[in-house]
């Protein structure tokens, strides 16, 4: 009996000791697939990387920079001055600025209004593009509205005024020829419509502002600016009905 029972045991160890055998010789083989597989994976990782080192390594003008034209009124700051009655803005609210200019030879008083956060858009996007004031404004004014803005940094140099539109049905229109002749390179960020209607595929659409101190607008562009600035032709991306879309 006793004899059965040591014979079954041993027979019992030996198949599990067979059984076990084979595991480890199947996990061999798995061990040496993964090796292999770390190695290519190695390799791929390797020339990813080397892509990516070699895509930031480019020279500054392999990506050709681009020029975003900025309108001034309702869009970057608002104003008003001594003659206007009933002022858009909120009764008490200070300027951020005042101008003294002559138009016709009468001294006018101008009190400016920045739109929150302009001052951080245009540090951020002068790193990233070329900006060009247009504004359909006497150059009188836009000139000091522009040197304002610009606060001794020199990142809005190039600048067009009233002048360099284009008088069509009452209203002034921006011819973007005038500031360059590839259009795949330019974008114009301004609150009318009107002003781009020769130019729609170039044109991001912002809302106008006025007062409204909680406005992020400028900030909620940003990222599309960032992105947009890689694209080949600019007109690819804001041709796809963007003018339509939700204003920023």
């Known amino acids: 009996m006793n004899s059965s029972r040591s014979a079954e045991t041993t027979s019992l160890k030996r198949t599990t000791s ?6 480890k010789q199947y ?4 061990k040496k697939k993964k090796k292999k597989n770390r190695k290519r994976i190695k390799r791929g990782l390797k020339w990813a990387f080397k892509r990516c080192v070699s895509t930031l390594s480019l020279k500054p003008d392999a990506v050709k920079r681009k020029i975003l034209v900025l309108d001034l009124d309702e869009t970057l700051i608002h104003s008003h001055h001594d003659g206007v009655l ?8 200070p300027p951020d600025f ?34 060009v004031v247009f504004t359909a404004s006497m150059e009188i004014y836009g000139s000091a509205v522009a040197d304002k803005l610009d606060n001794n940094r020199n ?18 229109i921006k011819d973007l020829s ?3 002749d590839d259009l ?25 502002w006025f007062s409204d101190p909680s406005d992020t607008a400028l900030l909620n562009l940003l990222p599309m600016l960032d992105a947009l600035r890689f694209t080949a032709d600019v007109r690819s991306v804001l041709s796809r009905n963007l003018h339509q879309h939700r204003l920023w």
């Open 155 to 172: 990142i809005l140099k190039r600048r067009y005024y009233r002048q360099h539109c284009t008088l069509d049905l009452g209203s002034y």
């Open 86 to 93: 009933r002022p858009t803005v909120r009764p008490g609210t």
């Open 184 to 208: 795949s390179s330019i974008v114009i960020l301004d609150n009318s419509p009107g002003a781009y209607r020769s130019h729609p595929d170039n044109a991001i659409p912002i809302k106008s």
């Open 18 to 23: 067979f059984r076990f055998v084979w595991p």
């Open 98 to 131: 005042i101008l003294k200019v002559v138009i016709d030879k009468h001294p006018v008083r101008f009190f400016v209004h920045k739109r929150p956060h302009v001052d951080f858009f245009l540090e951020v996007v002068s790193q990233w593009y070329e900006l």
């Open 27 to 30: 996990n061999h083989n798995i």
């Open 178 to 180: 005038v500031v360059h």
